[in-house]
């Protein structure tokens, strides 16, 4: 295969994700985007997790929701990406195991009615999935943005949107595009 035909292959691939996302999940979307102004409006803290590009997408969703969505109402959003915080994750890891990141860091903050976005391309991240069975026991709403068939994730989270792929880069530019998404329909008070 030659560089124009893999260029080709890769945006075509994408389009054919994101055509499905519009077909499969615009109910999830919304969904997901009625919880998010729910808590900016009840005052609720919105915490993001995820691992290696979906902390990347986990910070990137907090910057857009503290900043760019909190325009329409007027009120701000309180949202935290997990991720964020190298001392406070890295001791987890060091001292207790990977596994506990983010759990243990929502058993500082975490209060009934907070939200969690957990952002995992497979869905089967185990750090990502334990802080969700912990997050809905402690009564949080809880969403997963995945992709493939969703893994463990969406057996574990309450709301999901799933992107419609296998391939991992194109889940993860999908992600991105969903949170700007998100993050201009909150700004532009459609929900």
Request: aromatic share 6%; net charge negative; glycine share 8%.
């Amino acid at each position: 295969m030659n560089e124009d035909e893999y260029i080709k292959g890769y945006i075509k691939e994408t389009k054919r994700t994101l055509d499905e996302l519009v077909k499969t999940q615009t109910n999830a979307i919304r969904t997901v985007t009625h919880i998010l102004r729910n808590a900016q409006v009840d005052d609720h803290f919105v915490y993001i997790i995820g691992n290696g590009g979906s902390a990347a997408a986990a910070s990137h969703l907090a910057s857009d929701l503290n900043k760019t969505a909190g325009e329409y109402v007027g009120v701000r959003f309180r949202a935290i990406a997990l991720t964020d915080n190298v001392p406070a994750l890295t001791a987890w890891a060091n001292d207790m195991a990977y596994s506990l990141v983010f759990e243990e860091q929502l058993v500082n903050f975490l209060r009934e009615g907070d939200v969690v976005v957990a952002f995992s391309g497979s869905g089967n991240s185990e750090n990502v999935c334990r802080a969700m069975q912990m997050a809905t026991k402690m009564k949080a709403v809880t969403v997963g943005i995945t992709g493939g068939d969703g893994g463990l994730l969406r057996m574990v989270t309450l709301f999901n949107i799933i992107v419609p792929s296998n391939n991992m880069q194109c889940i993860e530019d999908v992600h991105m595009i969903l949170i700007h998404l998100i993050a201009s329909m909150l700004r532009d008070g459609i929900d």
